[in-house]
């Protein structure tokens, strides 16, 4: 049964930094064949996309909320993706869920605002920033 489990999440300042961990297990290929996205919603809020990388790695995006203080990137190895957050703010403060979906042939694909491509999800890890 695939599987994918977040962890890394947790309290930290303002201008901190934390480093999201998505582990997969139980799928039929390596994450070189998937897409993997971030997702997070906060309290009242509507999930929103945070970061992508297609299954070749070779195409990245990320919200404009985040763009410069967080990287997306997959250890394909460790069947690992990961989410590094810098200069954290108040407003990052949410639950963060990976997700992933197989692309195809189309190994350069990467969707941060269509959620309901992604056929696998995790259960979330906690990130708030609070002083």
């Known amino acids: 049964q695939p599987q994918l489990v977040e962890s890394g999440g947790g309290l930290v300042q303002p201008g901190g930094s934390l480093r999201l961990s998505c582990a997969a297990s139980?799928?039929?290929?390596?994450?070189?064949?998937?897409?993997i996205g971030w997702f997070r919603q906060a309290p009242g809020k509507e999930l929103e996309g945070v970061s992508c990388?297609?299954?070749?790695?070779?195409?990245?995006n990320y919200a404009d909320s985040v763009k410069g203080r967080f990287f997306i990137y997959k250890d394909v190895g460790q069947n690992t993706a990961y989410l590094q957050m810098n200069r954290l703010e108040l407003e990052d403060t949410a639950v963060y869920y990976c997700?992933?979906?197989?692309?195809?042939?189309?190994?350069?694909?990467?969707?941060?605002?269509?959620?309901?491509?992604?056929?696998?999800w995790g259960q979330g890890t906690q990130v708030t920033v609070s002083s």
């Open positions: 139980g799928f039929t290929f390596g994450l070189n064949h998937y897409a």
């Open positions: 990388i297609s299954s070749n790695g070779g195409t990245t």
């Open positions: 997700a992933a979906f197989s692309p195809g042939v189309v190994s350069n694909l990467c969707l941060i605002t269509t959620r309901t491509a992604y056929d696998y």
